[in-house]
């Protein structure tokens, strides 16, 4: 899929095990975290980069309610490309 972010055409990739947990969630659910990854994509780099071995993961921390969550994904800034890679709850992710 591709989003535009000033003009600019990012693609957007979505990971099987990223859509695998999106298809189970709650549609108010689903809504929020699509207006996280709308966030992700207006500014790629608002997720913290993780070190050492995990250095090509950025996590994103949002709430739905009181529960956090951590969206993984990967910005990859020469291809122009966004890959979400995993979505859960903190003691869930990994």
């Known amino acids: 899929m ?3 972010q000033n003009g600019i055409d990012i693609e957007v990739i979505q990971a099987k095990r990223f859509e ?20 992700i994509i207006s500014d790629p780099e608002i997720g913290k ?6 250095a090509y ?5 949002f709430r739905i309610d009181t529960q956090e ?5 990967s910005w990859i800034e020469e291809e122009i490309q966004i890959i979400l890679l ?9």
């Open 69 to 73: 969550y951590l969206l993984g994904y």
């Open 49 to 54: 980069l993780k070190k050492g071995n995990l």
């Open 20 to 39: 695998t947990t999106l298809k189970k969630l709650p549609l108010y659910q689903l809504k929020k975290v699509e207006d996280e990854i709308d966030l």
């Open 86 to 94: 995993q979505l859960g709850s903190h003691e869930n992710f990994g």
């Open 57 to 61: 993961l950025r996590v994103h921390k």
């Open 2 to 4: 591709l989003e535009q």
